[in-house]
């Protein structure tokens, strides 16, 4: 194949390679000729029985090899990780970079030994095309393997009916869009959608037409097949995020703002109960997530899912939880009742969507912190939703009870979130706060919500804008209009977390200080007199403790010079003090008195009769008596 520069590309100075047209076609055709074969080769049933078999094998002895190294690591104490091959990971939903590697050295060492010793894949071609072609038409989903080993595909959806088979593709943040790629036949799909049941032990058949299968990495399928879909079938291929958000995350994808974010921190630092609505895929687990992990503190996480875990907990105390309603529909109602004895400081049911809204809500009462979800259109519906789960003739104490169930959620939900998808858009439509039940002109009991946010869509930017109707001051609730107020209850909560967070303040004071003083005595004990000093006048700065005085007192005492002269100054300043405190003027010997305490050498160098504290007693008991 030759390669020439033209004349004009010479003189003006550029390189420009231009390929022979003859040479053009020769590489059209061998990519022409490549194709069929690896269409030949994906139809030839022998060549894909012989890929499977080596594909089949190696999970196989991969998996033999774990168990013997765990065996080996037990009887001999050996570190496992001395001991542990590469683990052959051939799943389809597994990350694709790794799986891809693995399957052409595993093809290609085959198709090597195949090729001297003869057998089926004697002649295949050993392109990572075609290897990856032969792996998706017999381990992967055929022509969908592409999408679901692309990250940026959050959803693949495979709709079969008498007319064909039709492929829909999501993107992160944006709506479904339908692709070339299709499946031969509705069987095809079948046949793959049952099989993955199968290796699950989940049922799927006649008379069980619909399951929720749990696959790895964060990734979930739907099934729906005959009789519940008439001579079709649907598969939704769902992928979750394997890392974790916080609020700040939600920020960074602009679905609310830092002001909002603020707000939703409060809340979580007083310890509310959210409940999030929204229509599928508008992000209800994700903000679930980010709240939870948005949390204050180390507290005990418990999370409830149904099938599979979907939601990351970057808090260490976490117990996740999972129940599966298809064996055992009680399971989820059951596991929220559980909780109340395990004592945890917040407990998040992923989603809620029957009668297990009755131990839902029963554990919000106990004033536990409890974040769930539902599908719900309105902030309000949210409410009025949840409530009447809570009130299925199956559930756990609101059976049958809408008015007690529903006044109990306008009580215990005290902060309410709804989620909006628009064109591709995730962001929160709407905060309000639960203030309890009122009535409507009808007389019918109604959810009462403040309006706290509310976010909508500009028509000429296409951005996102908020009505923010309260801010964050000094850890309160500031409302833009002075007339609005807080509702009691939450009020009450976020008095309690500023006390909590006073005496978790003072904790971490009275340890940092005791650590303070302990470093100090190993500088004296090691004579090293300024640094101590220096580390005693931070430990000064967080409280007045007699014992930083001694200390400091032995760390002046190295320096003979510098304690006769502080000594002197701080008498004479004592001696003025008590010419002040002669007359009475109280203020005036407050202040003298805090310019000395606060400054430790000076406070240590001199000590009057009966310690500065005594002074200072004195000094506040006249200034609070009255003139």
């Known amino acids: 194949m030759d390669a020439f520069l033209t004349p004009a590309a010479a003189t003006q100075g550029h390189d420009i390679t231009v390929i022979e047209d003859d040479a053009l076609r020769q590489l059209g055709n061998e990519d022409h000729r490549l194709h069929q074969q690896r269409a030949t080769l994906i139809g030839n049933p022998t060549v894909l029985a012989a890929v499977r078999d080596v594909l089949e094998r190696s999970v196989r002895h991969s998996k033999e090899r774990e168990q013997q190294t765990a065996l080996r690591a037990d009887d001999d104490d050996t570190p496992v990780a001395h001991l542990r ?5 051939l799943d389809p939903f597994s990350p694709a970079q790794q799986r891809q590697e693995q399957v052409c050295v595993l093809l290609r060492q085959e198709i090597d030994t195949q090729t001297y010793q003869g057998g089926p894949l004697a002649r295949v071609p050993t392109d990572e095309d075609t290897l990856l072609a032969l792996y998706n038409e017999t381990l992967g989903w055929g022509p969908i393997q592409p999408y679901l080993d692309d990250p940026n595909i959050q959803e693949v959806k495979i709709i079969g009916n008498v007319r064909g088979v039709y492929v829909l593709v999501q993107e992160s943040g944006s709506d479904f869009q339908q692709v070339e790629e299709t499946f031969p036949s509705v069987e095809s799909v079948l046949r793959r959608a049952i099989l993955t049941a199968t290796i699950l032990n989940t049922r799927l058949d006649s008379a ?23 001579d079709g079938v649907l598969v939704s291929i769902r992928r979750g995020r394997l890392d974790s958000w916080d609020v700040d995350d939600l920020v960074e994808r602009k679905a609310l703002t830092a002001e909002i974010a603020a707000l939703l921190r409060l809340f979580c630092a007083a310890g509310c109960s959210f409940l999030i609505g929204g229509s599928t895929g508008s992000g209800k687990t994700a903000w679930l997530e980010a709240l939870m992990n948005s949390w204050p503190g180390s507290p005990h996480v418990v999370t409830i899912e149904d099938g599979m875990r979907e939601i990351n907990c970057r808090h260490p105390i976490w117990t996740p939880e999972l129940v599966n309603t298809q064996v055992r529909p009680d399971d989820y109602a059951r596991a929220a009742v559980e909780a109340l004895r395990q004592t945890p400081s917040i407990v998040a049911p992923g989603e809620t969507r029957s009668f297990e809204a009755g131990a839902i809500l029963y554990l919000a009462t106990t004033d536990h912190a409890v974040l769930t979800t539902i599908h719900a259109e309105t902030a309000t519906e949210a409410l009025t939703g949840f409530a009447r789960r809570a009130a299925d003739p199956k559930a756990f104490q609101y059976d049958q009870k809408p008015q007690m169930a529903l ?54 930017s296409g951005d996102v804008v908020w009505d923010i109707h309260a801010t964050v001051q000094d850890r309160r609730l500031v409302w833009n209009d002075p007339a609005q107020q807080t509702p009691e209850r939450i009020q009450e909560k976020l008095q309690r977390a500023r006390i909590r967070r006073a005496a978790r303040a003072n904790v971490t004071q009275r340890r940092d200080l005791e650590a303070m003083i302990g470093q100090a005595q190993a500088l004296l004990a090691s004579q090293a007199a300024p640094e101590a000093l220096a580390l005693l006048e931070r430990a000064w700065a967080i409280v007045h403790d007699p014992r930083i005085l001694g200390y400091a007192q032995q760390a002046l005492a190295r320096d003979n010079e510098r304690w006769a002269r502080l000594h002197e100054e701080t008498r004479q300043r004592h001696q003025g003090l008590e010419q002040i405190m002669r007359y009475q003027q109280w203020d005036i010997v407050q202040q003298h008195l805090t310019a000395i305490l606060n400054y430790l050498p000076t406070a240590a160098a001199y000590q009057p009769p009966g310690g500065w504290p005594t002074i200072q007693q004195l000094s506040l008991i006249h200034i609070s008596e009255p003139t």
Request: proline share 7%; glycine share 4%; charged share 25%.
């Open 85 to 89: 091959e590469v683990t052959v990971d």
């Open 208 to 230: 069980t037409p619909q399951a929720t299968l749990p696959l790895s990495n964060a990734t979930r399928m739907h099934v729906s097949i005959p009789p519940r879909v008439d």
């Open 407 to 460: 006044e109990d959620t306008c009580l215990a939900f005290t902060v309410v979130i709804h989620l909006a998808k628009l064109s591709g858009k995730r962001f929160v439509r709407e905060i309000a706060l639960a203030n309890g039940v009122t009535y409507d002109e009808a007389g019918q009991m109604r959810p009462n919500v403040i309006p706290l946010v509310r976010g909508r869509v500009n028509d000429e």
